[in-house]
Structures are given as structure tokens and as C-alpha cells.
């Protein structure tokens, strides 16, 4: 009898515990593996994964909704968004927002003469305050270089920014992302659960 109810009760607590919340850090656990690696690569084509920590948190939300539904193509970033729900997107970009960093006063910045179209949205130095448009500052440089080529050649869809991109040469391309890169804002979140530079 004590281990006929001694078993209901493992069978019991393990359903239970099948369907409690978890946490933003163990939902982020998965994002880590390849976001947590520092100067990770993608491959077809190879760049960076890019850094999460200090982004806007209504960035990251629009971003995993997007590759959810489609409207965003990443292969291996879809499969991961795919069985999210609101509130598991909600969740880890609360986690990955929640890391911050210090970022240089305007005035330390000198700006280029190709980033004059990229203030309005993302700031002078790529530290947008604007929720919905993503932090750039201090992200990988060929992360930002492939995103730039992705919007000039319609493959990621945006229309403001595939109207800038289709503006801009190769050249002026990897002059932004190499300003933006050397700027100061993304975090790289370790395994750790910790912020570390590159």
C-alpha cells in the first residue's frame, strides 16, 4: 500500500512539474548554446551569431514572433521559435535585456559620414532608444555586414531598412558595419549566465 502511494504521488509531482513555468533563464538556456558562444559561427552563409545582451527587449519579442510565423527565415531560428508561446518569447527577451552595458555620451562619438541614415532609428553610436529598433552598437561586424547585404538583396524584409540598403555599395556596407561594430553596447551572455566581453 506505502508504494502503491508512493508511486502515485512520482507520477503526480512529475505531471505537475511537466507543466510548470519556467524560468527566463532556463528558457534561454537553448538561445545560449549558440548565442553564449563567443564569435559563434553561422554557416551558408558564415557570420556570427549575434550578441543579445543589451538588446531591447521589444526587439527581441518582434524578432522570435517573426521567425514563429515565418515572416523571418532562419532555418535553425525558426525551429527554436516554433513551439514558443507569448509568454516564453516574453520570458527570454526579458532575460537577455535585463543585461546592461555602458554605452559612450554622444559627444565621445565620431561619426561617419555613411551612418547620417542609420541615426534617426539607431542612434549616433547604434544605442537606439527607440524600443522596436534594435541596439547595434558593439554587435559583430560580418553579423552586421550580412544583415546590411540580407536587406539590400530582399532576403530579410524590412521596408525602411531594405530602402537604405539598396542605397549603399559594398564598401559603404562594411564601412557601417565596421563603425558600428567598434561602438560600445551588445553583451555577450555566457553559459555562465554572466556578461563578458569579446
Do not use: W
Not at 543579445?52 to 521559435?81: F, P
Not at 561617419?112 to 529598433?133: K, L, Q, R, Y
Request: proline content about 3%; charged content about 20%.
Amino acid at each position: 500500500m506505502k508504494f502503491s502511494i508512493f508511486v502515485a504521488s512520482v507520477f503526480l509531482f512529475s505531471s505537475f512539474s511537466l507543466y510548470a513555468e519556467k524560468s527566463p533563464e532556463e528558457l534561454s538556456s537553448t538561445c545560449l548554446g549558440c548565442h553564449g558562444v563567443v564569435s559563434y559561427n553561422n554557416i551558408y552563409p558564415t557570420y556570427k551569431v549575434p550578441k543579445l545582451g543589451n538588446q531591447h527587449k521589444d526587439y527581441i519579442v518582434a524578432a522570435l514572433k517573426a521567425y514563429r510565423s515565418g515572416e523571418r527565415s532562419h532555418t535553425t531560428m525558426k525551429a527554436h521559435a516554433a513551439n514558443l508561446s507569448d509568454l516564453d518569447i516574453d520570458k527570454i527577451a526579458d532575460y537577455f535585456s535585463s543585461f546592461k552595458a555602458k554605452i559612450a555620451t554622444p559627444e565621445d562619438v565620431k561619426m561617419i559620414d555613411e551612418a547620417n541614415s542609420c541615426v534617426g532609428c539607431h542612434g549616433v553610436d547604434g544605442n537606439s532608444e527607440v524600443p522596436t529598433f534594435p541596439r547595434i552598437a558593439g554587435q559583430y561586424e560580418d553579423y552586421l555586414y550580412q544583415s546590411l547585404k540580407s536587406y539590400k538583396n530582399g532576403k530579410r524584409n524590412n521596408a525602411i531598412m531594405n530602402g537604405v540598403a539598396s542605397t549603399l555599395n559594398d564598401d559603404q556596407m562594411r564601412k557601417l558595419s565596421k563603425y558600428f561594430a567598434s561602438q560600445k553596447g551588445m553583451l555577450n551572455i555566457n553559459q555562465g549566465r554572466v556578461a563578458i566581453k569579446d
